[in-house]
């Protein structure tokens, strides 16, 4: 499979001398060892870089075991990030890390990246919310005949009302049919740009953007698969897809594996045979970044 992302970034920031003064560098001062992050409260972030100008931005991301769980934020590169909310859901722990990485780099073979080491975090509301699942699994008894013929009815009666509505509402469904998707197997679709062509037939090509380092993908068109866990390298794969002409199409990345730098990127051209779009998307395992393309007629 992939090397571990956190042992990865730890080796690769850790030898010294490989590096030369012209490369560019991450080191996030806060949080550190000591720093214990208490949820609803806001956090922050502190970092120091070098020949990383300050028009660039860095994007943070929380890891716990190898895994993200909150996207921090992408931010201008000043040293410091206030007001950060962590998701309530992020239960208490002190194996928690942050990863921070350049974007855009002036050298796309050398990306700045940085972990910190282990902090801790403290969340009594999702702690509080364990503990009672878990009491209340404990606690669960068997239903008796009796609920079990009324849990039985109550599905029956859902079953005809879902059939009921959904043949009444299949003209509703068919005006709506044009509205884009805002998820995908549980994940958040972001729409990052839209597209226009001439043509229906379009040709996709798509490439490990900066280093290549383990990215495995899917992408998707509409929903439908145009690759699926394909291993993304320096070589340009082509695809051939034909549009919708009569509705706005997604197309969006679907991340199977984070590679050894977290988010997958993606370098993808769509080009008509006249016309050319490059772009740049990111995905990880919460969400997916797409993009809309329509046919001009």
């Known amino acids: 499979m992939k090397y571990p992302l956190i042992a990865f970034l730890f080796c690769f920031i850790g030898i010294k001398g490989f590096t030369q003064e012209s490369k560019s560098s991450i080191e996030i001062n806060n949080p550190d060892q000591s720093t214990v992050w208490i949820i609803p409260q806001e956090v922050s972030l502190e970092w120091t870089t070098q020949n990383i100008g300050p028009e660039k931005s860095i994007r943070f991301f929380l890891v716990r075991n190898e895994m993200v769980v909150q ?19 992020i239960g208490s722990g002190n194996q928690y890390q942050v990863v921070g990485i350049e974007l855009f780099p002036d050298d796309k073979y050398s990306i700045a990246k940085f972990v910190t080491p282990f902090f801790s975090i403290s969340n009594k509301a999702s702690d509080e919310r364990k503990k009672k699942h878990e009491q209340a699994q404990e606690t ?7 609920e079990k013929r ?6 029956r009666d859902k079953k005809e009302k879902i059939e009921t509505i959904s043949s009444n509402t299949v003209k509703e469904t068919q005006k709506t049919k044009n509205a884009l998707r805002d998820e995908f197997e549980g994940r958040k679709i972001s729409y990052t740009k839209e597209l226009s062509f001439d ?5 996709i090509k798509i490439w490990d953007h900066g280093r290549q380092d383990g990215d495995i993908v899917s992408i998707y068109l509409n929903g439908s698969p145009v690759v699926s866990k394909h291993y993304l390298t320096y070589y340009k794969r082509e695809f051939k897809v034909k549009l919708n002409p009569n509705k706005s199409n997604d197309l969006f990345l679907y991340a199977h594996n984070l590679g050894d730098a977290p988010p997958n990127t993606v370098s993808v051209e769509i080009s008509d045979g006249s016309k050319s779009e490059n772009l740049i998307l990111n995905s990880d395992l919460q969400s997916c970044e797409a993009v809309m393309i329509s046919v001009n007629k």
């Open 71 to 89: 996207e921090l934020g992408s931010f201008k590169n000043n040293g410091r990030a206030d007001g950060i909310s962590l998701a309530k859901n």
């Open 140 to 146: 669960k008894r068997e239903p008796t005949r009796k």
């Open 150 to 155: 009324e849990m039985r009815r109550k599905q």
């Open 199 to 203: 043509s229906e037939n379009i040709t």
